[in-house]
């Protein structure tokens, strides 16, 4: 039972982690056009 929940939560981890490095991705090509001049 407590390995399932353990496993809930490492998808959880997982699923916020994909999100800020989309969010990461997503910034790094919103600033890289600015920097071009």
């Given at each position: ?33 600015q920097?071009?001049?």
């Amino acid at each position: 039972m407590g390995d399932k929940g353990g496993k809930k939560d490492k998808e959880k981890s997982q699923k916020q982690n994909t999100e800020k490095q989309k969010q990461k991705v997503k910034n790094k090509f919103d600033k890289q056009p600015q920097r071009k001049p």
